[in-house]
C-alpha cells in the first residue's frame, strides 16, 4: 500500500487514541489502564468485521508486562473459530523488513554498498525509459526513492495472475517500463519494483535463493520457525491457516487463500503468523539483528513526523510519546499490521479481508495496534 494512504490511518489513530491512553502511576492504575486499552482494541477489531465486513480480524499484544488477544468474527466461512496468533497468514509489504534485513546486513559484511548504484550489482537492467542504473542507489531502493514505479497495477485485478508463475526480471521489466517518477533520492514513492530488484540483487551476490538467505539469516537463527518466503511451487499455506478474502463487492468475496507466492515475491510474499511477526518486529526494534551502524541506517527517515519510510521500515511516533517500528501489508486475502518498540512491545492486527484498493479498515487495525503498544 502506498503510505501517503498509510497516512490518514495514522493520523486518524492519533486523534482516537489520544483520548483513551491513559498515563498511570503503581500496579493497580497500571493494570487497571491496560484493561482499558484491551477492551478499547476489541471495540476497534469489533468494527473491522461489523463495519468493513471483514470475515475475521483478531489483535495481539506481546512484551512487557502483558500479553493479550482480541478476536472478531472467524477463520472462514465454515469453520466458526477465531484467527488465532498460530495461523499462518500472508504478510504482504511486512515481507519488506526481511528484504531490508538481509541487504543491510550484506552491507555490514562488505557485499554491498549502501550508496553504490545499482548497476554495479544487476548491470543493464535498470535502464531506459528515464532510469539511470548508475544513479539511483541501492539506498534509493531501500527507501522508495529511486523514482521506479510500482510494477503490479492492474495485474492483481486478473485472478489467474494469482496463480501463474512469473519471473523477477519480467516484473522489474514491467514496472521500469512504466517510466521515472522523478530524479532519484527527490521523491517518495513507494513502489514494489524496488523490492523486486532488491530481492534479484541478493540471489545475485550470495548465489542463493531469497528464500534460503531469509532462512539462514533471520527466520532459522532466531527461531521464527512459522516464517517463510514460500519457495515459487508453494502455493497452500501450512496448517494451521486463516482463509483469505478478496472483496469483490460489498456482498461478494472470493477465496483467495492459496496462490503463488511468485507474483509478490521479494515485496510481499513472505507467509508467517501474529506471534512470529511480532518477535521479529522485536527483534528488528531492540536491533538485534543488525549491527549499530546498519541499524542507524535502517531507521534514518525520508518523509517526515508523525510518521516515516526508513529503508524498509516505518518508524511511528505514536500519541503517547513512544517509537514504534514496523510495516503495513496488503496483499489478496489478507491485511495486516505489527509495529515494536525499542523496548520489546509488539503489537499486531491481521484481517483475512482484502476490501478494496482504499483499504479502510485499516484504521481500526492501527489503531487497535497503537491501543496495544502505549498500554
Known sequence: MALKRLVGGLLAAAMVVAAVVVTTTGATSASAAQRDARAEAQV????????????????????????????????????????????????????????????????????????????????????????????????????????????????????????ATHDPAALARNGLAKGSNGAPGAVFLYSNTNYIILGMMIEKITAHSLTQEIHDRITAPHDLTETELPPAAKQRLPEPFSFGYTHLLPSLKI????????????????????????????????????????????????????????????????????????????????????????????GVATTNANIGPSQPHMQPMHEAVELALCA
Not at 75 to 98: A, C, M, Q, W
Not at 123 to 146: C, E, F, M, W, Y
Not at 288 to 309: C, R, S, W
Open 255 to 346: 477465496d483467495t487463500t492459496h496462490y503463488s507466492p511468485t507474483l509478490a515475491w521479494a515485496s510481499g510474499a513472505v507467509v508467517s503468523t501474529g506471534r512470529d511477526v511480532g518477535e521479529f518486529f522485536a527483534l528488528l526494534a531492540e536491533g538485534k539483528l543488525l549491527p549499530p551502524a546498519q541499524q542507524a541506517e535502517l531507521v534514518k527517515t525520508f518523509t517526515d513526523e508523525p510518521y516515516g519510510y526508513g529503508l524498509g521500515l516505518i518508524v511511528w511516533r505514536l500519541s503517547c510519546g513512544m517509537t514504534a517500528y514496523g510495516h503495513n501489508g496488503v496483499v489478496p486475502g489478507f491485511v495486516s499490521v505489527a509495529f515494536a518498540t525499542a523496548d520489546g512491545r509488539q
Open 44 to 163: 476497534k477489531i469489533d468494527k473491522v468485521v461489523t463495519d468493513f465486513r471483514a470475515m475475521g480480524a483478531s489483535a495481539f499484544r506481546y512484551g512487557g508486562d502483558q500479553s493479550w488477544t482480541v478476536q472478531a468474527g472467524r477463520v472462514s466461512s465454515f469453520d466458526n473459530r477465531p484467527i488465532t496468533e498460530n495461523d499462518h497468514i500472508r504478510i504482504g509489504s511486512l515481507t519488506k523488513p526481511f528484504v531490508s534485513t538481509v541487504v543491510l546486513q550484506l552491507v555490514a559484511e562488505g557485499k554491498v554498498a549502501l550508496d553504490g548504484p545499482i548497476e554495479q550489482y544487476l548491470p543493464g537492467l535498470v535502464a531506459g525509459n528515464g532510469h539511470d542504473g548508475t544513479k539511483i542507489t541501492v539506498r534509493h531502493l531501500l527507501q522508495h526513492t529511486s523514482g521506479i514505479r510500482d510494477y503490479l497495477g492492474t495485474m492483481v485485478i486478473n485472478p489467474l495472475n494469482l496463480w
